[in-house]
Nanobody, 126 residues
Framework: QVQLVESGGGLVQAGGSLRLSCAASGRTFSDYDMGWFRQAPGKEREFVAAVSRSGGIRNYADSVKGSFTISRDNAKNTVYLQMNRLKPEDTAVYYC???????????????????WGQGTQVTVSS
């Protein structure tokens, strides 16, 4: 089992920044690729960003490319999502997720992930 706990959400004005953190425990963090997803009210959960277990491969949704940056610190068992130039449409609950590395991986697919955090609310005011 892997336990994931997100933090860093909050209320921010449009154009502002937030950094989300996701602390992992329970298994060897570096064995897992990590992803961030988000879910706005009345909408389906969607992919935001992902990073491979070594940190060498990063993927982003088109809607956040150039504004969001995913990173990880395997020594701290933590993955981050730096969000800059935030827009009201970025308002959502943000979830981190862990995928056990090995074999083919489609980072933007919800079903690829084995463990999920409880989410952290991000609200961007206009």
């Amino acid at each position: 089992q892997v336990q994931l706990v997100e933090s860093g959400g909050g209320l921010v004005q449009a154009g502002g920044s937030l950094r989300l953190s996701c602390a992992a425990s329970g298994r060897t963090f570096s064995d897992y690729d990590m992803g961030w997803f988000r879910q706005a009210p009345g909408k389906e959960r969607e992919f935001v960003a992902a990073v491979s277990r070594s940190g060498g491969i990063r993927n982003y949704a088109d809607s956040v490319k150039g504004s969001f940056t995913i990173s990880r610190d395997n020594a701290k068992n933590t993955v981050y999502l730096q969000m800059n130039r935030l827009k009201p449409e970025d308002t959502a609950v943000y979830y981190c997720a862990a995928h056990r590395s090995g074999g083919k991986w489609s980072p933007d697919r919800i079903y690829e992930y084995d463990y999920w955090g409880q989410g952290t609310q991000v609200t961007v005011s206009s």
